[in-house]
């Protein structure tokens, strides 16, 4: 298991930035496919953006292409989400994922992922 713990998220107005980091607890990132989901009020998990293990294979929801970047950097173990041009729609409570896997391979499913973190809230107000 990976304890993960999240950090950047606050509350931003629509048009602003914000990067959102997971970082392990206690352990590498080295093995592990990374991914971020989101859950607005009311509304269920869905899928934002994920990254294999070497970090040259991502994938992105519809909703965000364009706009979010996920990324990895090896040496500090951290996971990265650079979110631009926020809109209201994207306020959500934040989470990132891990789950062990093939070098190149990209997890988009929540069910495959068995380490999550507590999450960041995200509020971006109109």
């Known amino acids: 298991q ?5 950090s950047g998220g606050g509350l931003v107005q629509a048009g602003a930035s914000l990067r959102l980091s ?11 496919a990374m991914g971020w989901f989101r859950q607005a009020p009311g509304k269920e998990r869905e899928f934002v953006a994920a990254i294999s293990w070497s970090g040259l294979h ?4 519809d909703f965000v292409k364009g706009r979010f970047t996920i990324s990895r950097d090896g040496a500090k173990n951290t996971v990265y989400l650079q979110m631009n041009s926020l809109k209201p729609d ?6 990132c994922a891990a789950a062990r896997r093939a070098i190149n391979v990209v997890v988009t499913t929540a069910y495959e992922y068995d ?4 999450g960041t809230q ?3 107000s109109s």
């Open 2 to 6: 990976v304890q993960l713990v999240e």
């Open 22 to 32: 997971c970082g392990p607890s206690g352990r590498t990132f080295s093995s592990y």
């Open 58 to 61: 991502t994938s992105y929801a």
């Open 90 to 95: 994207d306020t959500a409570v934040y989470s």
């Open 115 to 118: 380490n999550w973190g507590q």
């Open 122 to 124: 995200v509020t971006v």
